[in-house]
């Protein structure tokens, strides 16, 4: 008896989840992310690309709205392709795009939403996302962008303290380093001699993980910083 209660729970939980319009459910997301004028944050990146020592370095990210996103780092160096750092939601979020539900899944023991977003644009740089979010707690937990520069790539989001302005915790970035072209004047030590290994950094996949340490919300953020 038991389990059967527990199952016709489960049943009724799935079908709520499918009863809410989905983009009633975006709007939700957007909400919450939209009590952020501007934030400073401060953390650490980790970077795990085939053949490159790449140091774990401090870095300081800074928002301001509409847009504005900038990246420092202040210890090592960050590898990780421009497209990738849309962590700010808000830029994922903010595109003029049709919806279209793609039912559910499952990220760890998280029942979440799935949604396609097609940029109405022809000129937009995002050619397809796709994005999982966690219909209780109306927080974005996965993306997975096509773009027409930066190739395709993946956040995996995860969140604690911050949750309340859909800010995560934690970030990981998933990518293809052929799709990466390596900014002019910066130079990484090869864990091989090779150059034909060297040389198949180009068929791999990356993976940056940013943990943030602390965020500092609607606190003003100087334009100089974005220059």
Known sequence: MLRTFFLSCLLLFSKSMLAQDIKGLITKVRQKIEKVNDY???????????????????????????????????????????????????????????????????????LVRVAKLLPNDDNSDVVLSTIYI????????????????????????????????????????SFNTKDYKLPKGITFDFETSSDNKAKTIKSNKGVAELLFSQYKINQGVAESIFK
């Open 40 to 110: 400073e944050a401060s953390g650490k990146m980790k970077t795990n690309v085939a053949f490159l020592k790449v140091p774990l370095a401090d870095v300081n990210v800074y928002f301001k709205k509409p847009n504005k996103l900038k990246l420092k780092s202040t210890k090592g160096v960050s590898f990780i392709p421009k497209g990738a750092v849309s962590f700010n939601i808000n830029n994922l979020l903010s595109e003029d795009f049709s919806i279209i539900d793609a039912g559910t899944d499952k990220i760890g023991n998280t």
């Open 134 to 173: 966690d219909p209780v707690n109306n927080l974005l937990l996965k993306s997975k962008t096509t773009t027409k520069e930066s190739g395709t790539y993946e956040l995996l989001l995860s969140y604690g303290k911050y949750s309340e302005y859909g800010l995560p915790d934690k970030v990981v970035f």
